[in-house]
T-cell receptor, first 118, second 114 residues
Framework: AQKITQTQPGMFVQEKEAVTLDCTYD???????LFWYKQPSSGEMIFLIY??????QNATEGRYSLNFQKARKSANLVISASQLGDSAMYFC???????????????FGKGTLLTVNP | NAGVTQTPKFQVLKTGQSMTLQCAQD?????MYWYRQDPGMGLRLIYY???????DKGEVPNGYNVSRLNKREFSLRLESAAPSQTSVYFC?????????????FGNGTRLTVT
C-alpha cells in the first residue's frame, strides 16, 4: 500500500486564485510529520512547509498553509493568491521514525503538476 | 553557501559500465540520502546514512552501493549500469536534532544508460 497518495496528477488554477493540492497518508506510527516540496521546471527541490503529528495548529508559511486533518489522514497544501511562478511539481512527503533513530527517512508521493494560468 | 553539491550534472553510460555519483554537503549534517526520480513515480529512496559510519537500504537499493566516506561525503555507485537505472538522482542531507528539519537537496544528476 502506498504510504503517500497524491490523487491529482495535474491541476490548473487562475492567477490570484487559491488552490488546494491533496495529500493523504498511511502510517501506524503516532509520531510522524508531513513535508511539502516544490520542484520547478529547473529541477531543484524546494522545501515549503512542515506539519508534525502532534502540532496543535495547522502550519502556515507565507502564502502556503496546510489543511491538516489527522482523523482523515490528510495534509492538503493550500496556496493562496497563486502566482505564475507557482507553476511547478509539488510533492508531499512523510517522515516516520524518531529523531536520532536509524530509520528516520522521508517517503514521497508521486506529485501534482500545478499550472497557473494568467 | 554551497549546500549540497552533486557531481556530475549529466552522464551517459553504456549498459554494463560503472560509475560513481558524488555528493558533498557543507552544512555539518549527520544524515544523508540518495533518491531517484522517475516520471510518474515521485522520488524513491535508494540508500541513506543516518550518521557517519552507517548506511541502510531504502526502497529501491538493488543495483547500487553507497559509501559514507566521511561526514561530508556520501557517494552512490552503479557497478554495472542497466537501462532501468536511467533516472535523475538526488542527494540530500538533513540536520539531526529536530524532527521538523527538512531534507536539503542537491540539484540532481541526470543519468542515461543506453
Amino acid at each position: 500500500a502506498q504510504k503517500i497518495t497524491q490523487t491529482q496528477p495535474g491541476m490548473f488554477v487562475q492567477e490570484k486564485e487559491a488552490v488546494t493540492l491533496d495529500c493523504t497518508y498511511d502510517t501506524s506510527d503516532p509520531s510522524y510529520g508531513l513535508f511539502w516540496y516544490k520542484q520547478p521546471s529547473s529541477g531543484e527541490m524546494i522545501f515549503l512547509i512542515y506539519q508534525g503529528s502532534y502540532d496543535q495548529q495547522n502550519a502556515t508559511e507565507g502564502r502556503y498553509s496546510l489543511n491538516f486533518q489527522k482523523a482523515r489522514k490528510s495534509a492538503n497544501l493550500v496556496i493562496s493568491a497563486s502566482q505564475l511562478g507557482d507553476s511547478a511539481m509539488y510533492f508531499c512527503a512523510m517522515r516516520e521514525g524518531r529523531q536520532g533513530g536509524s530509520n528516520y527517512k522521508l517517503t514521497f508521493g508521486k506529485g501534482t503538476l500545478l499550472t497557473v494560468n494568467p | 553557501n554551497a549546500g549540497v553539491t552533486q557531481t556530475p550534472k549529466f552522464q551517459v553510460l553504456k549498459t554494463g559500465q560503472s560509475m560513481t555519483l558524488q555528493c558533498a554537503q557543507d552544512m555539518n549534517h549527520n544524515s544523508m540520502y540518495w533518491y531517484r526520480q522517475d516520471p510518474g513515480m515521485g522520488l524513491r529512496l535508494i540508500y541513506y546514512s543516518a550518521s557517519e559510519g552507517t548506511t541502510d537500504k531504502g526502497e529501491v537499493p538493488n543495483g547500487y552501493n553507497v559509501s559514507r566516506l566521511n561526514k561530508r561525503e556520501f557517494s552512490l555507485r552503479l557497478e554495472s549500469a542497466a537501462p532501468s537505472q536511467t533516472s535523475v538522482y538526488f542527494c540530500a542531507s538533513r540536520e539531526t536534532g529536530r524532527l521538523n528539519s527538512p531534507l536539503h537537496f542537491g540539484n540532481g544528476t541526470r543519468l542515461t544508460v543506453t
